[in-house]
């Protein structure tokens, strides 16, 4: 058992990055990847709300939504249960990181409609995963999320220094930088 989930929290964080695999959370990856601090702010504010949302989210579709037959209305409950936790964040941090808060900006309340927090949410689901397996599953995508945009941060750093040419200057190497690294995840395809 041990085996499976560090197995799966392997596949989820490297395997199925959910950025530069799945191509899902990329306006956070893009946006908050400026400064490595914001970076791995942003990070933490993820896998926490990931971890928790897959947590309640997997309660609620257990106890709640299967046994009345309401499963249709995953998606909905899931994006309630995913606003409630972003703002319980964003008042977190106000109080106790205001600089953080701050750096983050407008993509913190983006976490809500960060399409990863659900897609985790409903990958768990989909995947039948247990209460418990699906909370393994959402920690090593965030964690995937956090490895992704802190190494983007550290090179859009190190391209601040750097000479471009005209065109590609500013979001377009970015996006050749985010490019290469999915490229670069790829290889861990063979890892498992």
Known sequence: MIKELLMLLIGS????????????????????????KTASGMGAAVIFVITLASAVA??????????????????IV??????????FVEMFLRKAMPALYQALGVYLPLITTNCAVLGVALTNVQKEYGIGTGIVNGFGTAVGFTIAIVILAGLRERMEYNDFPGPIKGQPAVLLTAGLMAIAFCGFSGLL
Not at 22 to 32: M, R, T
């Open 78 to 87: 899931f994006i309630l249960v995913i606003a409630a936790l972003v703002q």
């Open 58 to 75: 997997g309660v609620v579709y257990k106890f709640i939504l299967t046994p009345l037959h309401l499963e249709y209305l995953q998606t």
């Open 13 to 36: 964080s490297l395997v199925s990055n959910v950025v530069l695999s799945q191509f899902l959370g990329l306006c956070p990856f893009l946006g908050v990847s400026k400064k490595i």
